[in-house]
């Protein structure tokens, strides 16, 4: 199954990091994780374990579901008389 370019973890953490202006050894510092480590994240050899992902997050000060999707809102767009609430995913 052939991933769509957004979707993937490597792509997600160089784009905080670029967004973040942050290095490889500067994440290394701040998570704990090592640079060679990093790097293989980040070109996408690797995925993470759930420790290093929360360690990466926790270090570049975002939440985990940056890294994992969108993250989906609920938007009430009307009352029915009944009292039920539609509502659409945005």
């Not at 701040?30 to 290093?52: F, I, Y």
């Not at 570049?60 to 609920?74: I, M, P, T």
Request: hydrophobic share 35%; aromatic share 6%; proline share 2%.
């Amino acid at each position: 199954m052939k991933r769509r370019r957004g979707t993937t973890y490597s792509y997600r953490l160089s784009r905080i990091m670029r967004q973040a202006g942050w290095s490889l050894r500067r994440l290394a510092q701040a998570s704990g994780v090592d640079r060679a480590g990093l790097r293989r994240l980040r070109k996408g050899h690797t995925q993470p374990s759930w420790s290093v992902a929360c360690a990466v997050a926790d270090a570049l000060g975002v939440a985990l579901s940056q890294f994992v999707g969108r993250a989906r809102q609920r938007r009430n767009s009307a009352v029915r008389p009944d009292g039920q609430i539609d509502s659409e995913e945005t």
